[in-house]
C-alpha cells in the first residue's frame, strides 16, 4: 500500500523515468535512483515485516549496511533495494517476514 | 575457477579507495577497485559526476570538490568492477566477491581495505519504526536522487553531518521542524582542551561554525542538551519525545533523522583476525596498522574512515600513503620519504581537529547504551538490551557468548548494527572497559550471498 | 561448603555432565574458558543421531541409541527448570545418496551396524518415495536412507538451558578460567585445579570435559585423551519459511527458519577459520538436493573444531591412579547430551557403578602399537 510519502523529488530535477511495479501497483521513478529511494518518494512507508516481530520496518541507512530495505526484486528474494538501480518493468514486492522459497520448486513442503 | 591477477585491489571506490587507485597507477602499478555500488565516490562523493549543478549548489562545495577525485580517477588506467560484492578476503591477498550472479575471484599482491564509515546506530526507543532513519541515510538520498522531506523534518543528535544535513535542507527550500540536539555544555567544556589543536584545521573549524551560525539564524526551532529521547509511534513514527531542562518535549513528525557521528566499518579487517584496539575519544574499534595501514605481516592494507574517523580529506592521504608503501614493497618506489613527506604533512593538519570533534560530538552514553529494557539492539534478531543484560547475568562474558544464547548479531546485516551496542552494553554491565569485552567474531560471507551465485 | 566436584570445560559435554551430578545434590563447580574459546558446541550441528554411527564399534552404536531414548526426558526437564527450550525434535531424519556407488556403501554400512546392534532400525528409499517427505528434492537425488530414531535439536539453546540449569541447581560457574594444571594429592584424595592466572579450585572429584584440552590435562591425573581437532565447516542461511521437515545429515532447517548446510571434516589443526573451495563445495551439494535453495542467502559460516580420539569414537574412562578423576571426551555434544547427563554425570558423582561393557570407550584402545585407525564419523 502507498501513502503520503515521506520523500519528494523537485520538479526542477525533471529526466527521464522508468515504471516498476511494487506490489502490482504502477511507480514512475527518475531513471538511475535506487529501489529503495524509488520506493520511499512513491509513498511505501514500510517495506517488508520483520522476521521475529513481524513488525513494519523501511530502509534506515541507505547505504547497505542495515538490512531493513529488503524486497524481492524480479523473482529474487531479500535484496538490499538501496543498492540495486531501478530499470523498467522491474518487478519488486514486499516481504511479509521470513523469506519464502518459490512453491513451484518445493511443492506442498510447507 | 579463473583466478584474475593485479598489482593492487582496492576494496571501496570512496576518497580513500580513488586516491590510492591514483597515486598507485602514477607508479605504474596494475590497479582493480571492486566497489558495492553502481558508480564511484563513496557516500561522502555520491553521484557527484551525474548530480544536475542545482543539486550540486545545494550539497555545496565539499561535496563538488569530490568531482576531481572521480575523474582523475577515471582516466587513472585503474580498472573499476561496479556493483560488486565482497564476500571473502584472505591475508594473502585472495578476495572472493559476486559480480553479475556469480561468485569470482581477484588476487592482488596487495590489498587496500577502503570500506569507509557507517552511521553509528542510535539505539533508542522507537529507532526500529517506518520514518526514522540516519541523517547519513536522508542525505544519500539527496545526493543519489535529489530527494528532499516533504513535511517538517525533525532531525535529532549530534554531530557535523548532522548540522551539515541541516544547512543543505536549509538551502534546498525544505521544512525543518525542529533540530534536536544532545550535545550539553559539558561537552563545550571537554572540547575546548582541543580547542588549540583544533585551530591547526582552521579552515574545518570555520566551515563547521558556519554552519551551526546558519542554522541559528534561520530561526529553526533549536533545543539542545536534550536528553531521554524517543520515537513514538505505532507502525510509523509519529513523534519525537525528549526532555530538556528538566521539561517533556514532543514534536509530531513523519520523519525523523537521527545521527551521533559515523564509526568505521570494521567487518573486513574483523573477518581476517586482524588486531583491533578500542578507542576511547571515537568510541568505536579500529584495526592496528602501521603508518602506512598495513595489517601485520599481511598483504592488507586500511585507509580512510575504515580505519578510523578522519574524514574524507585525511582518507584520500592515507590512500595515497597506503599506495606508496605498496609500490615500496613491489620495488618500484625505492625511496619512500621524499613521496611520502608532503603527505604525512597534510594528514597531520586534515587530523587536527578530530579531538576536538570527538570530545565535543561525543555521542551520549545513554544513546549507546540503553537504559531501557526494552530497546531493540539487534534490529534484524529483534533483540532487546533487557535480553542481552540477562545473558550476562547467566554468565556470558562477550558478544559471542551473547551471540549464541540469543541469536542478537545473527541477521542479515552480520553485527553491523548491533556490534558497539552489544559490546558496550556487556562492558557497563559486567564494569569492564569494552576492550577487554572484545567484539563478534566476524567471519565470510562477510556480505549475505545468494545460494544460486555458487552454481553456474 | 567447598565444592565436591570440578568440571573442567563448561561446553556442551562439561555441562551435561556438570548438570547429571548437579541435579543428584551434588557441589558442582564448572571452570570455563571466555568469551573467544575455540568452543567446539558452538559449532555443533545440532543433530541427534544414531544412524551410520559405531560401524566398528558396537558400543558406542548402542550408546548413541539409548542417549536418544534418554533425550526427551532431558529436553522435559530442562525446559520445565529454564524455560529454555532445547529444540528437540524426533521425527526421523534422512541421508541422501547422489550415486548408486554411495547408495551401495550406505546400505552395507547401514545392514553391518542393524546386525551388530539391535534396535537401530533403517529403509532405503528412491527419490520417488523421499519426495513424500522432502518435496523439492532434486532430480541429482539418486536415492538415501531413512531411521525414524535420528533427529535434531538446538546446539545453542542446549547448552543455554543447561548453564541456566546448573544455576538453578546451585552450582558455580566460573567464566574467562584457563586451566593449567590438575593435580592429585594422595595423602588426602583431593584435586586441585591451577588456572593460568594461579586461581586454584580443590575438590574430590574431578571431570575433564575439556574438548581438546583434555589431550594436555589427562596425563597429569593418570589418563590419556590423545585427541586432535578435525575442522568442521558449517554454513547457515537466512531464516526461511519452513519447508523443510525433516533432518538431513547434511542439511536441516532449525526451527527458527535458517537452513544450515555442513559439515565438512578437515585436518588442519587448530585453524578454525572458514576457506571458500569448501563453501562453495557445500553450497553446490546442498542446492543440488535442494534447488530452490538458489534463491536463498548464505548469512553466516562457522568453523569449529571437533575433538577427534584417533578412532573418532569417545573416550570415558576413570583414572586408576587417581581414583575420582574421570576423562570425558567427545564432539557428539548434542546426540549424547541426554546419556552424559544421567548417566555419565552420576557415574562421575560416585553415585552409581561403572556403566556396563565401558571398558570399550577407555583409551586402552589407543595403546595397542599395531593398530591403526581411520575415522568416518
Known amino acids: 500500500m502507498l501513502t503520503e510519502p515521506l520523500f519528494s523529488i523537485p520538479a526542477s530535477e525533471g529526466r527521464e523515468t522508468v515504471t516498476i511495479i511494487f506490489d502490482d501497483q504502477a511507480v514512475t521513478a527518475p531513471a538511475g535512483i535506487s529501489v529503495a529511494a524509488a520506493l520511499l518518494v512513491a509513498g511505501a512507508s514500510d517495506f517488508r515485516t520483520s522476521i521475529v516481530g513481524h513488525e513494519p520496518r523501511a530502509p534506515y541507512c541507505m547505504m547497505g549496511v542495515c538490512f531493513e530495505c529488503l524486497v524481492e526484486i524480479d523473482g529474487v528474494p531479500a535484496r538490499q533495494s538501496c543498492l540495486v538501480p531501478v530499470k523498467d518493468g522491474m518487478i519488486v514486492r514486499r516481504q511479509q517476514g521470513a523469506v519464502s522459497l518459490p512453491d513451484s520448486e518445493i511443492g506442498d513442503g510447507r | 575457477m579463473n583466478v584474475e591477477t593485479t598489482d593492487l585491489a582496492i576494496i571501496g571506490a570512496g576518497p580513500a579507495g580513488l586516491a590510492a587507485a591514483c597515486e598507485a597507477r602514477t607508479l605504474g602499478l596494475s590497479v582493480t577497485v571492486l566497489d558495492e555500488q553502481s558508480a564511484v565516490g563513496g557516500q561522502i562523493y555520491r553521484n557527484v559526476v551525474s548530480a544536475p549543478r542545482a543539486r550540486s549548489a545545494i550539497l555545496g562545495p565539499d561535496y563538488s570538490a569530490g568531482a576531481e577525485l ?43 581495505l577502503a570500506s569507509g564509515a557507517m552511521e553509528r546506530p542510535f539505539p533508542i526507543e522507537g529507532w526500529t519504526l517506518p520514518g526514522v532513519m540516519g541523517a547519513g541515510a536522508a542525505q544519500i538520498l539527496l545526493k543519489s536522487a535529489g530527494a528532499l522531506p516533504r513535511e517538517p523534518v525533525v532531525l535529532a543528535g549530534c554531530g557535523p553531518l548532522l548540522y551539515l544535513l541541516g544547512w543543505q535542507y536549509l538551502r534546498a527550500g525544505a521544512r525543518i521542524a525542529a533540530l534536536v540536539d544532545t550535545t550539553a555544555t559539558s561537552d563545550y567544556v571537554r572540547a575546548s582542551r582541543h580547542l588549540m589543536g583544533a585551530l591547526r ?36 513514527v509519529e513523534a519525537l519525545a525528549f526532555r530538556q531542562d528538566g521539561r517533556s518535549v514532543r514534536i509530531p513528525t513523519s520523519l525523523l533523522l537521527v545521527h551521533q557521528g559515523v564509526v568505521p566499518n570494521t567487518q573486513l579487517s574483523w573477518s581476517v583476525k586482524a588486531e583491533h584496539r578500542w578507542n576511547k575519544a571515537q568510541l568505536c574499534w579500529e584495526p592496528v596498522t602501521d603508518i602506512w595501514g598495513r595489517l601485520g605481516e599481511t598483504a592488507l592494507y586500511v585507509a580512510g574512515d575504515s580505519r578510523s574517523i578522519v574524514g574524507a580529506q585525511a582518507s584520500a592521504v592515507q590512500g595515497r600513503l597506503a599506495a606508496l608503501s605498496i609500490g615500496n614493497r613491489l620495488g618500484v618506489l625505492p625511496d619512500i620519504t621524499i613521496r611520502a613527506a608532503p603527505y604525512l604533512e597534510s594528514l597531520k593538519r586534515y587530523t587536527a581537529i578530530r579531538p576536538f570533534l570527538d570530545a565535543l560530538y561525543r555521542p551520549k552514553d545513554e544513546n549507546r547504551v540503553p537504559v531501557s529494557d526494552k530497546v531493540v539492539v539487534c534490529r534484524c534478531e529483534e533483540v532487546t538490551a533487557g535480553q542481552i543484560r540477562r545473558f550476562v547475568g547467566l554468565g556470558c562474558q562477550g558478544p559471542n557468548q551473547t551471540k549464541a544464547f540469543g541469536r542478537c548479531g545473527m541477521g542479515p546485516c552480520q553485527g553491523r548494527f548491533c556490534g558497539l551496542t552489544v559490546t558496550e552494553t556487556i562492558a557497563r554491565e559486567r564494569q569492564l572497559e569494552p576492550a577487554d569485552v572484545g567484539y563478534y567474531r566476524i567471519r565470510p560471507p562477510i556480505k549475505p550471498v545468494l545460494l544460486g551465485d555458487f552454481v553456474e | 561448603m567447598s565444592d565436591r566436584m570440578i568440571v573442567i570445560g563448561g561446553g556442551l ?89 554411495e547408495m551401495k556403501a550406505r546400505y552395507e554400512l547401514l545392514s553391518g551396524i542393524s546386525r551388530a546392534v539391535d534396535g537401530i532400525p533403517f529403509r532405503m ?164 538436493a535442494f534447488p530452490a535453495l538458489a534463491k536463498a542467502r548464505l548469512v553466516r559460516a562457522w568453523g569449529a573444531l571437533r575433538p577427534l580420539a584417533p578412532d573418532a569414537y569417545p573416550i570415558y574412562e576413570e583414572s586408576e591412579s587417581c581414583p575420582g578423576a574421570f576423562v570425558v571426551t567427545s564432539h557428539s555434544g548434542v546426540t549424547l547430551a541426554a546419556a552424559h547427563c544421567y548417566v555419565i554425570g552420576p557415574w562421575a558423582a560416585g553415585l552409581s557403578q561403572t556403566p556396563p561393557d565401558f571398558a570399550d570407550f577407555s583409551a586402552e584402545r589407543f595403546r595397542d602399537p599395531n593398530k591403526s585407525f581411520s575415522h568416518a564419523h
Open chain 2, 70 to 112: 572521480v575523474s582523475a580517477f577515471a582516466s587513472s588506467g585503474a580498472l573499476h568492477l561496479d556493483s560488486a560484492v565482497v564476500w571473502n578476503v584472505a591475508t594473502d591477498g585472495t578476495i572472493d566477491y559476486i559480480r553479475e550472479g556469480r561468485t569470482r575471484k581477484l588476487s592482488g599482491k596487495y590489498v587496500l
Open chain 2, 201 to 236: 584545521s582552521w579552515k574545518e573549524l570555520r566551515k563547521g561554525l558556519g554552519l551551526i551560525a546558519a542554522l541559528r539564524r534561520s530561526n529553526i526551532a533549536l533545543y539542545s542538551g536534550c536528553s531521554d529521547l524517543r520515537a513514538e509511534g505505532t507502525c510509523k
Open chain 3, 13 to 101: 559435554v562439561g555441562a551435561a555432565v556438570a548438570f547429571g551430578a548437579a541435579r543428584e545434590g551434588l557441589g558442582v563447580c564448572v571452570l570455563d574458558q571466555g568469551d573467544s574459546a575455540f568452543r567446539a558446541s558452538r559449532g555443533n550441528f545440532g543433530l541427534v543421531w544414531v544412524s551410520s554411527k559405531g560401524a566398528e564399534m558396537p558400543r558406542y552404536a548402542a550408546w548413541s541409541r539409548d542417549a536418544l531414548k534418554l533425550w526427551p526426558d532431558l529436553q522435559r526437564e530442562l525446559q520445565e527448570l529454564t524455560g529454555v527450550d532445547s529444540g528437540l525434535r524426533q521425527v526421523g531424519g534422512f541421508w541422501l545418496g547422489f550415486s548408486d556407488k
Open chain 3, 125 to 288: 528409499m528412491e527419490p520417488s518415495e523421499l519426495r513424500h517427505y522432502l518435496p523439492g528434492l532434486g532430480p541429482k537425488v539418486a536415492g538415501g536412507s531413512f531411521c525414524e530414531l535420528d533427529g535434531d535439536a538446538n546446539p545453542l539453546m542446549l547448552l543455554r538451558a543447561l548453564h541456566s540449569g546448573l544455576i538453578e541447581k546451585g552450582a558455580d560457574i566460573v567464566s574467562n578460567v584457563d586451566v593449567v594444571q590438575v593435580r592429585y594429592d594422595q595423602s588426602n584424595g583431593v584435586f586441585e585445579a591451577v588456572a593460568a592466572d594461579g586461581q586454584r579450585w580443590q575438590a574430590e572429584r574431578l571431570v575433564l570435559a575439556a574438548g581438546l584440552g583434555n589431550a594436555r590435562l589427562a596425563p597429569q591425573v593418570g589418563l590419556q585423551a590423545p585427541v586432535k581437532p578435525s575442522r568442521g565447516q558449517v554454513l547457515i542461511t537466512e531464516r526461511l519459511q519452513p519447508f523443510l521437515h525433516y533432518p538431513m545429515n547434511k542439511l536441516r532447517q532449525t526451527v527458527e527458519g535458517s537452513v544450515q548446510i555442513g559439515s565438512s571434516s578437515e585436518d588442519v589443526g587448530f585453524d578454525d577459520g572458514t576457506t571458500p573451495d569448501v563453501i562453495e563445495w557445500q553450497v553446490k551439494r546442498a542446492v543440488a
